[in-house]
């Protein structure tokens, strides 16, 4: 049997095969296409591709993986970094530009987002990228046959698991709730949004170097979800169960075997569900519940364009993705929610995705997502960092650990994580 190639020579070696091949492309005659690096795959991966195509000059699109850091790491160190790519996270951008790798980039004229994003793209004063697609993350889902009422805060949410769980014993219902547990950022996604809720003056202060991750906030927050999760019957097969459920299995959980009746998931859920649909009942959304009536602050992730230095093109393409109309095919085909407000409400094809955009621009209510903004290894991605110790949390809580001993280890691995990025207390 032939060994397996370590996950980062198997980077590496396809990083440079991509790499070789753009190269050899550039020199086959005719003009040179701008190459773009992406996380997107599947359905999102086809879309972007559609936009581009309108793009004046050719395009090539390559979708890294999940790992685009790695990725890219391994194509500078190869000499064969693309022109532009679209990273997930606004701390890579800042990371690239103070390595020297990125391109000042400027947005189009007709370019505007939500106060305070744009902030998360500049080193020492200048733009490196600019929001290309947001994602609405305070979302729950469920088939209207399933709840016809939804719960309205977040006590209402608590009880109603409550009972739905003790149905789901007695006499073998659906499980309350669906959950992806064993990809981290789906648990991360729940704790950001107790946590913007339970102390939105603390939320932002997790980003920076002095962060307390010891703190009475995130104590709080964890204890909130702790209240939850360690209901008995909450979760499909269990808290074991879900940590071995990935994000996809969770939607088709509600959407299609309805062995659950509620998924929190963001704005992309509808891509993944709308396979699955079984019959013409869509699912639908609500806002998820705060401790208040009519849901808690809004929770938003995104994806940036940046350009890497000496690309030639790059910077150009980046202004064109900007522009209100660049993404159009997109937008009607669905699935797509904008950061750039100008882009017209009625640009949308349904009344979800209108009003998502319109929350989006509700003031005073935006948070970006947190893990996404923590340095280093602290982001989390599998296995490590906030991802690893949320699963560690939920593994407890849905075990029997009392949430108060669940609550100080997740605390002590949290701070301690965030010293060894550099910084936290």
Known sequence: MRPAIPASRRTLLRAAAVGATALAAGCSGGSRSVQVAVVWSTSELDRFREVVAGYPAPVQVVSAGNDIDAFLRARHLAGTSPDVAILPRPGLVTEYAQRGWLSPVRPSAGYAVPGGLSELLTAEGQRYGVWVKAAHKSLVWHLPSMLPV???????????????????????????????????WVLTDW????????APESYNALARADADWRGSAV???????????????????????????????SVIQVVHTRRAVMLVGADFTADVADPFQRGPQAPVTFRFPGASSGGGPLIVGGDAAVAFADARGGVEL??????????????????????????????????????LAEEMRTPGTLRFDLSDQLPGPFTGSDGVGIWRIMQGFFADVTDGVRAGEATRRATGLLAAAARNAGGGR
Not at 154 to 160: G, H, I, N, P, Q
Not at 334 to 355: E, K
């Open 318 to 355: 980046v202004e064109w993705l900007t522009r209100a109309d660049s993404f159009q095919p997109w937008l009607r085909s669905g699935g797509y929610l904008s950061p750039n407000t100008n882009v017209t409400i009625d640009s949308y094809r349904d009344r979800v995705g209108q009003r």
């Open 219 to 249: 104590r709080e927050a964890l204890d909130r979800l702790a209240g939850l999760w360690s209901i008995d019957g909450a979760f499909v097969g269990g808290g074991r169960r879900a940590l071995l459920t990935q994000y996809e299995e």
């Open 150 to 184: 939804p719960p309205a805060n977040w006590d209402e949410l608590v009880r109603l698991t409550r009972e739905l769980s003790a149905l789901a014993r007695r006499d073998g219902g659906p499980a309350p709730l669906a959950i992806g547990a064993a990809d981290g």
């Open 191 to 198: 704790f950001e949004n107790v946590l913007a809720d339970v």
